[in-house]
């Protein structure tokens, strides 16, 4: 079955530092890919998207790369700030059909000023 | 106006009580789910309705039980609550197969069963 596993956490940052979250999954076909992001109290809010290899989601400043040949998507942003402390979940969408979405453990993320 | 609210917020109750969450969604999806996510922030899918049809029913209990009275609403009941199913149980909604992993989700309900 499909799966995703994504860097345990928490990472803490200091405000301005680069950000990397790993992410690599198994998936037959052609799955698409998601970051999504979790503020404290709040539900989850999709932050970006790819559908086919070697696309590149990107919103807010984050970006993420659609690597099929590593099987990965990690998500990057060049400059963090305190407001991006939240719980980053990667998932995927199988292709064909109504495929449920597989979600990883979530990464939490703090930032420090 | 909230695309996807749940009500209630929070509901605390007692071991072997009943209990029921609504869900409603103002997108026009025609998808629309269930997820609990457990103290360790893991999400697991329960339940997905496409236009009031059953269409993914994962590994859960027969005591939780979904209904879909039309395409904008879906409820989760609870019968025989024990304290294993405390945890935030999010609605969400996606619409159309090309785009069923663009979640809108719910802020969540979080049970807390004593």
């Known amino acids: 079955g499909n799966s995703v596993t994504q860097m345990e956490g928490p990472v803490t940052l200091s405000e301005e530092a680069f950000l990397t979250i790993n992410c690599t999954y198994t998936?037959?076909?052609?799955?698409?890919l998601f970051w999504y992001v979790q503020y404290p109290g709040e539900g989850l809010q999709l932050l970006l998207k790819a559908t086919k290899a070697d696309d590149k989601g990107s919103n807010k400043g984050f970006e993420a790369t659609y690597r099929k040949e590593t099987t990965s998507f990690h998500l990057e942003k060049g400059s963090v700030q305190v407001s991006d402390s939240a719980v980053y979940f990667c998932?995927?969408?199988?292709?064909?059909?109504?495929?449920?979405?597989?979600f990883g453990t979530g990464t939490k993320l703090q930032v420090i000023p | 106006d909230t695309a996807v609210s749940q009500t209630p917020k929070y509901l605390v109750t007692q071991m072997g009580n009943d209990k029921s969450i609504k869900c409603e969604q103002n997108l026009g999806h025609d998808t629309m789910y269930w997820y609990k996510q457990d103290s360790k922030k893991f999400l697991k899918i329960m339940f997905s309705y496409n236009n009031k049809e059953l269409i993914i029913n994962e590994t859960v209990p027969n005591r939780f039980s979904p209904k879909s009275p039309d395409k904008a609403h879906l409820n989760l009941h609870i019968n025989s609550l024990e304290l294993g199913d405390s945890a935030v149980y999010f609605c969400?909604?996606?619409?159309?197969?090309?785009?069923?992993?663009?979640?809108?989700f719910g802020e969540g309900s979080r049970l807390t069963v004593l």
């Open positions: 998932a995927l969408s199988g292709s064909g059909g109504y495929q449920k979405v597989t």
């Open positions: 969400a909604s996606s619409q159309g197969r090309e785009r069923a992993g663009e979640l809108f």
């Open positions: 998936a037959t076909g052609y799955p698409s």
